[in-house]
T-cell receptor, first 117, second 110 residues
Framework: GAGVSQSPSNKVTEKGKDVELRCDPI?????LYWYRQSLGQGLEFLIY????????KSGLPSDRFSAERTGGSVSTLTIQRTQQEDSAVYLC???????????????FGEGSWLTVV | RKEVEQDPGPFNVPEGATVAFNCTYS??????FFWYRQDCRKEPKLLMS???SGNEDGRFTAQLNRASQYISLLIRDSKLSDSATYLC???????????FGQGTTLQVKP
C-alpha cells in the first residue's frame, strides 16, 4: 500500500485477554519499528526488526509482550494477559533501510488504540 | 538521564511570533536527527531532517550542534496551524534505534 497500515485501529479488550496488533509496512521497507504512546506521554520504543537480523527486543516492557515479522513484511505485536496499564496507542513505523546517517527516516502508521477495561 | 530531552512546554505564543525549541541528546555516537510533528491523537509525521550545516524549509529552520549535543527548531511567523507537539528524534548507529524526545507542545493563539 501507499503507507504503513495498522489494524485494528481501535480495540477494547477485557483485562486478562490476549490481543494481537498487526502492521503492514510500506512495500519494500526492510526496517520495522513498534512504539507505544500512553496518553499525554512520549513514544516508548518496543521492538525493531531489520531485514533478516535478529530483532532488537530491548524495549519490550515484560514477557507478556512479543512480536514477530513473517516473510520480512507484516508484523504482529501480541500482548498476553492484558493489564489496564497496557492501554495506549501502539504505533508501527517502517523505513527503507537501516538508518545510517543518510538522512533516511521512518514513516508511521495511524496506530492501534488499545483500551483495556 | 533520558537519552533525548526536550522542554515539554507548553509554549503559548501569539500568531506571528518566532519560537524556538531545543533538544539535547546524550549519545555522542548519534548520527541522524529529525524533527517530527504530532497533532492530537494522530501519528507523528516528519517535519524535517536536521543536517550538520543547518537547514531551512520555509518558516522552519533546524540547527545541529554536535559539540554541545543539541538540536534546535526555529519557527518564524507562527500560524494557528503550527499548534502541535514537536518531537525531537535521534538515531544512533551503535544502538540501531530511533529515540524520541517527550515532545514540546506549541499553542499558537490568535
Amino acid at each position: 500500500g501507499a503507507g504503513v497500515s495498522q489494524s485494528p485501529s481501535n480495540k477494547v479488550t477485557e483485562k486478562g485477554k490476549d490481543v494481537e496488533l498487526r502492521c503492514d509496512p510500506i512495500s519494500g521497507h526492510t526496517a520495522l519499528y513498534w512504539y507505544r504512546q500512553s496518553l499525554g506521554q512520549g513514544l516508548e520504543f518496543l521492538i525493531y526488526f531489520q531485514g533478516n537480523s535478529a530483532p532488537d527486543k530491548s524495549g519490550l516492557p515484560s514477557d507478556r509482550f512479543s512480536a514477530e515479522r513473517t516473510g520480512g513484511s507484516v508484523s504482529t505485536l501480541t500482548i498476553q494477559r492484558t493489564q489496564q496499564e497496557d492501554s495506549a496507542v501502539y504505533l508501527c513505523a517502517s523505513s527503507s533501510d537501516k538508518l545510517s546517517g543518510s538522512g533516511n527516516t521512518i514513516y508511521f502508521g495511524e496506530g492501534s488504540w488499545l483500551t483495556v477495561v | 538521564r533520558k537519552e533525548v530531552e526536550q522542554d515539554p512546554g507548553p509554549f503559548n505564543v501569539p500568531e506571528g511570533a518566532t519560537v524556538a525549541f531545543n533538544c539535547t541528546y546524550s549519545n555522542s555516537a548519534s548520527q541522524s536527527f529529525f524533527w517530527y510533528r504530532q497533532d492530537c491523537r494522530k501519528e507523528p509525521k516528519l517535519l524535517m531532517s536536521v543536517y550538520s550545516s543547518g537547514n531551512e524549509d520555509g518558516r522552519f529552520t533546524a540547527q545541529l550542534n554536535r559539540a554541545s549535543q543539541y538540536i534546535s527548531l526555529l519557527i518564524r511567523d507562527s500560524k494557528l496551524s503550527d499548534s502541535a507537539t514537536y518531537l525531537c528524534v535521534v538515531f544512533s548507529s551503535n544502538t540501531g534505534k530511533l529515540i524520541f524526545g517527550q515532545g514540546t507542545t506549541l499553542q499558537v493563539k490568535p
